[in-house]
């Protein structure tokens, strides 16, 4: 299995602003690593502190190679009287109704 190339660093959602975290990600994007290839992604901290997140772009499918890895579903229903959501909302201030 090919390993990863991912930018890590201080995240910039961690000002509170996520246009700015993706903003940088844009600029990181097309930057050519050492070895001359592009990075598969980027590492950042959370804004919460709730640890590490991530993201990988997906070339293939922005140069219009392939779709192989989008899918979609029906999804799950969330009732809103769940008890992992009502923990996540009451962590993270978030208010819903």
């Given at each position: 299995?090919?390993?990863?190339?991912?930018?890590?660093?201080?995240?910039?959602?961690?000002?509170?602003?996520?246009?700015?975290?993706?903003?940088?990600?844009?600029?990181?994007?097309?930057?050519?690593?050492?070895?001359?290839?592009?990075a598969d992604g980027i590492r950042f901290i959370s804004r919460h502190g709730a640890g590490v997140c991530g993201a990988f772009w997906?070339?293939?499918?922005?140069?219009?190679?392939?779709?192989?890895?989008?899918?979609?579903?029906?999804?799950?229903?969330?009732?809103?009287?769940?008890?992992?959501?009502?923990?996540?909302?009451?962590?993270?201030?978030?208010?819903?109704?």
């Amino acid at each position: 299995m090919k390993q990863r190339s991912v930018i890590s660093g201080c995240s910039a959602a961690a000002t509170g602003s996520p246009g700015l975290t993706v903003l940088a990600a844009a600029r990181l994007r097309d930057l050519r690593l050492v070895d001359g290839g592009f990075a598969d992604g980027i590492r950042f901290i959370s804004r919460h502190g709730a640890g590490v997140c991530g993201a990988f772009w997906m070339r293939r499918t922005d140069d219009g190679l392939d779709n192989e890895l989008l899918s979609s579903g029906t999804g799950v229903s969330i009732m809103v009287d769940d008890p992992d959501l009502l923990d996540v909302s009451r962590r993270f201030g978030i208010k819903f109704g």
